[in-house]
């Protein structure tokens, strides 16, 4: 089997190809593998990235959380919360961001006429709460903003895990979050790899051996 660390040096259109194919055979009509209906307003994602937000959400979660799955939300039903007894993985802008995508592809009900799903200010520090809801439950802590811990982002590279640099660049230091922005902001610097890897870990230049 070719490893996550090999696709992740390869140019980006044939990683998603790959990537694609893959996880198709054994992940369709999961919540992790598709968007609402058969709403294209995401695929600018799942084109650069090859699978949807929701899939690269969970296995973000998935380090410090194996059993973690990214439910169904029903839509303008209450989310999830960064809860997990580890909340490394979550308590930070990058999960809260890929997140908020992965909400978009799943509310997505009146496709590209749907003005999108965004966030009031405030909105990430909820999510940090884990019954989302101010001094009631756990506090994560004032979280990671855009970068991952340490120990936490080694792992992201070493699974090969497609967290892209837009999830760390684009951030409102108010705790909103803006569909449209967040869309438009994304897809410049997707233009702007010229199918080069969007990868945080490392692009197609970079020839140090994977560690593992
Ligand atoms: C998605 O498209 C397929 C093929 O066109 C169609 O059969 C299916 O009903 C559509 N699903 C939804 C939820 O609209
Ligand atoms: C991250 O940003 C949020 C803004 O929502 C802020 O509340 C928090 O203190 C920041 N965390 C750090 C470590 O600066
Ligand atoms: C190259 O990849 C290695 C392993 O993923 C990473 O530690 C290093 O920071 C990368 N270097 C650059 C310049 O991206
Ligand atoms: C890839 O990484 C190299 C070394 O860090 C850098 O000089 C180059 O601009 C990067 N290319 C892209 C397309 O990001």
Same mark, same amino acid.
């Given at each position: 089997?070719? $490893?996550?660390?090999?696709?992740?040096?390869?140019?980006?259109?044939? !990683?998603?190809?790959?990537?694609?194919?893959?996880?198709?055979?054994?992940?369709?009509?999961?919540?992790?593998?598709?968007? /609402?209906?058969?709403?294209?307003?995401?695929?600018?994602? =799942?084109?650069?990235?090859?699978?949807?937000?929701?899939?690269? /959400? !969970?296995?973000?979660?998935?380090?410090?959380?194996?059993?973690?799955?990214?439910?169904?939300?029903?839509?303008?039903?209450?989310?999830? !919360?960064?809860?997990?007894?580890?909340?490394?993985?979550?308590?930070?802008?990058?999960?809260?961001?890929?997140?908020?995508?992965? =909400?978009?592809?799943?509310?997505?009900?009146?496709?590209?006429?749907?003005?999108?799903?965004?966030?009031?200010?405030?909105? /990430?520090?909820?999510?940090?709460?884990?019954?989302?809801?101010?001094?009631?439950?756990? /506090?994560?802590?004032?979280?990671?903003?855009?970068?991952?811990?340490?120990?936490?982002?080694?792992?992201?590279?070493?699974?090969?895990?497609?967290?892209?640099?837009?999830?760390?660049?684009?951030?409102?230091?108010?705790? $909103?979050?803006?569909?449209?922005?967040?869309? !438009?902001?994304?897809?410049?610097?997707?233009?702007?790899?010229?199918?080069?890897?969007?990868?945080?870990?490392?692009?197609?230049?970079?020839?140090?051996?994977?560690?593992?």
């Amino acid at each position: 089997m070719i $490893s996550a660390q090999c696709i992740s040096r390869w140019p980006l259109l044939a !990683q998603a190809a790959i990537i694609l194919s893959f996880f198709s055979t054994f992940t369709s009509g999961s919540a992790t593998s598709s968007c /609402y209906g058969n709403s294209t307003t995401l695929d600018w994602y =799942i084109d650069a990235v090859g699978e949807t937000p929701c899939m690269t /959400y !969970q296995q973000l979660r998935q380090i410090c959380n194996s059993n973690y799955q990214t439910p169904s939300w029903d839509i303008d039903a209450p989310t999830d !919360q960064c809860d997990d007894p580890l909340s490394t993985c979550c308590c930070n802008s990058i999960a809260w961001s890929i997140r908020m995508l992965c =909400i978009n592809c799943q509310w997505d009900e009146f496709g590209t006429s749907d003005p999108g799903h965004s966030a009031n200010a405030g909105a /990430y520090y909820q999510y940090r709460w884990s019954t989302g809801t101010p001094n009631s439950g756990t /506090y994560c802590g004032d979280g990671w903003n855009q970068t991952l811990q340490e120990g936490i982002q080694q792992i992201v590279c070493e699974r090969g895990i497609q967290l892209s640099d837009f999830l760390y660049s684009i951030f409102w230091p108010d705790g $909103s979050w803006d569909f449209t922005t967040f869309e !438009q902001l994304a897809e410049e610097t997707i233009a702007s790899h010229n199918s080069q890897s969007l990868s945080y870990c490392g692009n197609s230049t970079n020839t140090t051996a994977p560690t593992n």
